[in-house]
């Protein structure tokens, strides 16, 4: 009987290919998500369960990124190199005013509330005025250093560590996020390699249909 007439005789076995498609697209996304999750270990540790391999391993890839944001990705003299103080203290300016009038005003009546009340409008408005450039002029002086010191002041690498650290799913959320059309084709390429690696599986059963070749 040649292999027309075999097929012919037992059309099922045309469904191999796809069944061994379904069957790698299946496992190939099995594996994707557990690499993700879960995010804590289900089952009877140390041994019997699963925990996803990016949250149980983030504190170890968690040194990795940092160093990788701290020395590659980021550099904070950098992004505050163009950071102007007085700017972004004017911007603010305009908001903050009534509120810095009422802290100044509270202050004073503190530390002088006859002296205070004794002012008219004028002369409080005046004082007032004094206080709060002397503020903006103070924030300004403040801001202007810590831009010029910004890697001593943040420890952007402590931030990475500790942001991981505290959410083991974060550094999953992003690398799926990032590798999106990666993880896309890893999951679809169990379909069509699964498919031609089962057209193999047919023409080789149809020649040859021992019980024991489609298991093993």
Do not use: C
Request: proline letters at 6%; aromatic letters at 10%.
């Amino acid at each position: 009987m040649n292999p027309i007439e075999l097929l012919t005789a037992n059309p099922l076995v045309l469904l191999i290919p796809l069944i061994s498609g379904i069957v790698g697209w299946g496992t190939n996304a099995l594996a994707i998500l557990m690499m993700f999750r879960p995010r804590e270990f289900v089952g009877i540790p140390p041994l019997l369960g699963w925990q996803g391999i990016i949250p149980r391993f983030t504190p170890k890839a968690g040194l990795f990124a940092a160093d990788l944001v701290a020395d590659q990705l980021l550099d904070l003299k950098d992004v505050m190199q163009d950071f102007d103080a007085h700017s972004f203290v004017a911007n603010i300016q305009d908001g903050a005013d009534l509120d810095l009038d009422s802290r100044i005003e509270q202050e004073i009546q503190g530390f002088a509330p006859d002296l205070w009340n004794a002012l008219g409008p004028e002369a409080k408005g005046q004082v007032l005025a004094v206080g709060r450039d002397e503020l903006l002029n103070v924030a300004t002086g403040i801001l202007h250093d810590m831009s010029g010191q910004i890697d001593q002041i943040i420890d952007l690498k402590h931030i990475v560590i500790d942001s991981l650290e505290r959410d083991n799913m974060l550094l999953a959320n992003i690398m799926q996020r990032v590798s999106g059309a990666e993880i896309r084709f890893i999951r679809n390429s169990g379909l069509y390699f699964g498919f031609l690696f089962g057209i193999v599986q047919m023409l080789v059963w149809v020649f040859f249909p021992a019980w024991w070749l489609l298991p093993a």
